[in-house]
Structures are given as structure tokens and as C-alpha cells.
């Protein structure tokens, strides 16, 4: 079996383990979970505990667990963020709260993360317990900055970076760093492997937001200029309102204050965007934290899993869904 192969098996068994997890007498746990399980995505977080816990050869059975938690987690996060944005569709599929409604997703979202916290917990290390409990106030705080400063026309770079790191890149951070953690490996190599987390988390965030205006709501897994439509300021919108003239600057305030985001104004605001170069802007910053992450590799075990995991890095700030 080669690595693809391996990786896909392991894939199935996490996405097996969640599936019992998620499977409840109460029938709207059942349904909602499942639901978003079925759904979709990328399994991003999960395929990163993979690779880190293979390369410091961390049993199966206590990294699909891992992996099955921290994938929950994730999941839990997406149920509140569509309440809080009320959110239509996710990855392509009617939003669990437009089914079932804001409160019992609200309510799925905490038994979720109950559920994840208990399974981390079960695996006996304190020190990845802490990680996982400093990681779900930092995703927290990341919504309410996120929700404080929505549709801030001056919204600046570098809280931009602090949304992304605690709503996205921490988690992506943790996923690394468990499998150091339950490897037993040196301290610099768990320090290595956290800040690639970090680094990979932020370029995929960033090629995430140019997606939101570039892609095909088939291929995004979600509609089409959906940041614009709920006043989110990312850097493609930064760096255009950075850049433009006062006419087209006024056009992307009142595109931000309006709570539309199709049609004609979107439209308006892509090309606004693209001809003050925030897409590219956008994507050449992913590259960037993508070659810094790529670096942190250097004198991880050789291991087929770390030239995957290579593999991957350089692929980031390419990707197109």
C-alpha cells in the first residue's frame, strides 16, 4: 500500500470513529451531525494529525481518535459561525440551521464539543488537553473580533491576521503539534511542527478568501462572495481599500455596509479588487507563509509522511477550491 493509499484508509477510519461518536438516541444529534459529516470538506485537520503522529510513530488507535476530535471540533465551530452569520448553505448543501433551525444547532454545536473534549480527555495526556483547551477559547475570541469589526472599512493587516490565526490557523497549529505531542518527541521538534501549523494555517486561510471571490460557489463548498454579503473585511478587501481611488473606495465601503454580496455590486467589487491587485497581493502573501512553513521541516525524521507532508505544503497557495 503506498502513502496515498494508507493516508486514505486512515482518512475512512476517522471518518468511521465520527460517525459513532455522532450517532445519538436524541434523533437531532444524529441528524445534524451527520448531516455536516456528509456534507463534505476537506479533512485538512485531520490529515495533518495523520502525518504528524506517522512521522513520530504514534500508535493508529490514538491518532484516529485525535484526529476524530479534533475534526469534531472543527465541525462544532462551523454549526455556531453559520448562526452567527446566518449562513444558507455550507459546503454546497442547505446549512444546518436553515434545516433545523438556529437553537438546535446551537445546541448540537455544545454536545459537539462536549463530545471532542471528552475524547482528548480519554487519551490521558494533560499537556494535549491543555493545547485543545487553549485552542477552543482562542477560536472563540477569534469569532468575537471577527463580529466586533465587521464591516470596518479600516479594518488593518494586522487585525486581519489575528482573526485568522485564533478562528483558523490555532486549530490547524494543534493538529500538528499532537502528534509530537503523543510521540514523545524533543522539544524543538514539537516547537518546529506547531509554528508549521501556524504558518500553513494562515496560507490557507488566505488562498480561502481569495476563493470567496474567485471560485464557483460549486467549488468553494459555499456561495459565491458570501464574506461580502456578511461584512467580512479580508485581505483581498484590505488591500484593495489600501489601493483605489476615492470612487472605487466609496463603492467597497458601501458594498461592505449594504449586506449584499451577488449581482451587479459583486461583480463591481471583484473587478475593483483584481485591478488594485489584492487577489494577487493575497495569493503571493499565502506563498510566502507557505515557503516559511515549508522550511520548519528541515530536520523532522525522514519518513515517506514528511516529503507528503512537503507535498502538501507547496500545493497550498496553489490550490483553486
Not at 522550511?295 to 512537503?310: A, C, H, K, N, V
Request: some cysteine; overall charge positive.
Amino acid at each position: 500500500m503506498d502513502i496515498k493509499d494508507s493516508l486514505s484508509h486512515n482518512l475512512d477510519a476517522v471518518d468511521s470513529y465520527i460517525r459513532k461518536v455522532t450517532t445519538h438516541s436524541i434523533p437531532a444529534i444524529t441528524e445534524i451531525s451527520q448531516h455536516l459529516i456528509a456534507s463534505g470538506g476537506k479533512r485538512i485537520r485531520p490529515y495533518l494529525v495523520i502525518l504528524s503522529s506517522r512521522i513520530f510513530r504514534v500508535p493508529a488507535s490514538v491518532y484516529t481518535r485525535i484526529a476524530a476530535a479534533i475534526e469534531i471540533y472543527h465541525s462544532a465551530t462551523l454549526l455556531h459561525d453559520d448562526v452567527v452569520d446566518n449562513a444558507k448553505h455550507r459546503r454546497g448543501t442547505p446549512s444546518a440551521n436553515d434545516i433545523w433551525g438556529n437553537k438546535s444547532s446551537i445546541l448540537v454545536g455544545d454536545f459537539l464539543l462536549a463530545s471532542s473534549s471528552s475524547i482528548i480527555a480519554d487519551i490521558g495526556s494533560k499537556e494535549l488537553l491543555g493545547l485543545f483547551i487553549r485552542v477552543l477559547g482562542l477560536m472563540a475570541e477569534g469569532e468575537l473580533v471577527q463580529l466586533r469589526l465587521s464591516r470596518d472599512p479600516k479594518l488593518s493587516q494586522q487585525d486581519y491576521y489575528t482573526i485568522i490565526k485564533k478562528k483558523t490557523a490555532y486549530l490547524i497549529s494543534a493538529a500538528c503539534e499532537s502528534g509530537p505531542i503523543m510521540g514523545k518527541a524533543s522539544r524543538l521538534e514539537q516547537s518546529r511542527l506547531r509554528q508549521y501549523g501556524l504558518l500553513i494555517g494562515i496560507a490557507f486561510q488566505l488562498i480561502d478568501d481569495n476563493i470567496d471571490y474567485l471560485s464557483p460557489g460549486k467549488m468553494s463548498g459555499k456561495d459565491k462572495g458570501v464574506d461580502l454579503k456578511e461584512g467580512k473585511v479580508t485581505l483581498p478587501m484590505i488591500v484593495a481599500l489600501s489601493n483605489a481611488d476615492r470612487k472605487d473606495k466609496a463603492v467597497l465601503k458601501a458594498a461592505l455596509k449594504s449586506a449584499e454580496g451577488d449581482g451587479d455590486l459583486f461583480r463591481n467589487v471583484h473587478d475593483i479588487i483584481e485591478k488594485n491587485h489584492g487577489f494577487e497581493y493575497t495569493k503571493k502573501k499565502a506563498g510566502d507563509f507557505a515557503t516559511r512553513a515549508l522550511r520548519l521541516l528541515d530536520g523532522l525524521p525522514r519518513s515517506l509522511e514528511l516529503e507528503e507532508l512537503r507535498r502538501f505544503t507547496l500545493n497550498v497557495a496553489e490550490r483553486k477550491s
